[in-house]
């Protein structure tokens, strides 16, 4: 990074820099920025605290959630492979 | 995000053989599974609903175009449900708006298996959840439980990514909200 943009990027800690990347910060966590916006979103959550925690929380929100959706059982999955089977072979009752 | 509904200029039009539809379909079943449990809220109707998308996607199998199998898959699975809904109730045209609220008069309850599937979540998450409108928990699960991407949970729901993507966030931030404020939120960090 060179220097003028960590300047930049101090200098507006907590104000417009934070608000514009507090509005990208899900959309970052979920992958859906293009590769210089995510660079420049993940140098500000290093280098700024309270953007950092916010990141931390949604981090930590996602993985609960995602840590909530338990196996998929494993006798459901092979009736469906079984129907599958059937259709590729034809069986037009399955 | 880029739209992964509409297939680039350079995507080359892929036939599936209706002799390798089992393997086509083979890698995208769990997902299937979990998105229909989403959907119909419990297990017994998710795997039905699963088997009339695989019907359906066989039958149609010379309309697909060869990109993003799993959206397909996804889309048929929609109208799937919605045709379910029609059949339970004749005459009522799906209105995703009266579903969520007869979801809210008339919770399905989880039944045992519902619950042996779904892993118990921790009490503070499951309070945060119960406070969003059944909108916002549909994205909440379709994205962060199911793992869809916006442009596939937008296919399920059948709403633009841009307002699965608005809706997402806006129930994060309630959850979040919620949840800086729980006693066992920091303990959990």
Not at chain 2, 35 to 42: F, G, Y
Request: glycine share 6%; hydrophobic share 40%.
């Amino acid at each position: 990074m060179n220097p003028r943009d960590m300047i930049g990027m101090f200098r507006r800690r907590g104000g417009s820099r934070c608000i514009e990347i507090g509005r990208q910060i899900q959309t970052y966590l979920d992958g859906g920025l293009d590769p210089t916006t995510a660079t420049r979103v993940a140098a500000h959550l290093d280098a700024c605290r309270r953007c950092g925690l916010n990141a931390a929380d949604y981090r930590h929100l996602k993985t609960a959630l995602a840590d909530t959706a338990g196996a998929v059982p494993a006798d459901a999955i092979e009736r469906l492979h079984h129907l599958a089977a059937d259709l590729a072979a034809g069986d037009h009752r399955a | 995000m880029p739209d992964e509904h509409q297939p680039t200029r350079e995507h080359r039009r892929v036939t599936v053989a209706p002799g390798s539809f089992d393997a086509f379909v083979a890698p995208h079943l769990p997902v299937l599974w979990r998105v229909a449990r989403s959907l119909c809220r419990n297990t017994h109707d998710a795997e039905d609903l699963v088997q009339d998308t695989l019907v359906r996607a066989y039958k149609g199998l010379d309309r697909f175009d060869g990109a993003h199998p799993r959206a397909w898959l996804l889309t048929i699975m929609r109208n799937a449900h919605i045709n379910q809904h029609r059949r339970q109730r004749p005459g009522l045209l799906w209105d995703q708006a009266e579903a969520d609220e007869a979801d809210r008069r008339n919770p399905a309850a989880p039944s045992a298996e519902d619950v042996a599937a779904a892993q118990a979540p921790a009490p503070w998450v499951a309070d945060a959840l119960a406070r969003l409108s059944p909108r916002h928990i549909d994205v909440v699960r379709l994205v962060d439980i199911d793992g869809l991407t916006y442009d596939e949970a937008a296919a399920v729901l059948g709403i633009p990514a841009g307002t699965v993507m608005s809706r997402l966030h806006r129930a994060r931030r309630r959850m979040r909200a919620h949840l800086t404020r729980h006693p066992d939120w920091s303990a959990q960090q």
